[in-house]
């Protein structure tokens, strides 16, 4: 664990720099994309760090601790989407600049669907096409929203095998580096 706090610090303090210097000429003004794709490369890495230098490290190949979903009741790890999904809630209870889930068309936990049309919108775009990513406006509550969808791909073997062994999963044929869902940021307007 003493790896990822100097990595989180790092990213976050990337970002930092990146929202207040701005994007290209120092302007300081960034647009909601340019926004929403400096927090998914953030939130990309610290996943891919976690699933691949912890979980697949520890759990898998050195088998030291197992990675488990009740990770409290059984002493384990967390999985890289209840890390994730711990972190989403946290950065709701401390910001209202932007929000972010890692959804699913095919969720273990039926909390992790989309819940929008252009979550699924979003969700169907980067399953076809996982090089790019898919953007639109939405309104929820009366409010505008810039929403964001970036392709969830399955960079470990542990995530392939989570997944397609998993009770509840409604799919068991996952493979590695295909797109499992996606990563859904939304930044008010």
Partial sequence: MKIIIPLVAFAVGALLVFVVVGNKGGSGNISPQQMADA????????????????????????????????????????????????GSELVQKKSKDFSYALLSLWPINSQNKPKTPVEEEGLKAVEKNPNQPFYKKETLGGKPYFT????????????????????????????????????VIRIPL
């Avoid at 990675?67 to 009741?73: F, I, L, V, Y």
């Avoid at 095998?161 to 009770?167: A, F, G």
Wanted: aromatic share 6%.
């Fill in 148 to 183: 964001a969808v970036y392709p969830d791909v399955a960079v470990s073997q542990a995530c392939v095998t989570c997944h397609n062994e998993h009770k509840d999963s409604p799919r068991d044929d996952f493979e590695l580096n295909e797109v499992m869902g996606g990563v």
């Fill in 39 to 86: 927090i998914h490369i953030v939130l990309d890495s610290d996943r891919t760090v976690y699933t691949k230098k912890i979980v697949n490290r520890l759990a898998n190949e050195k088998k030291v601790i197992e990675a488990d979903e009740h990770w409290e009741d059984n002493d384990a790890l967390l999985l890289p989407a209840q890390m994730f999904r711990a």
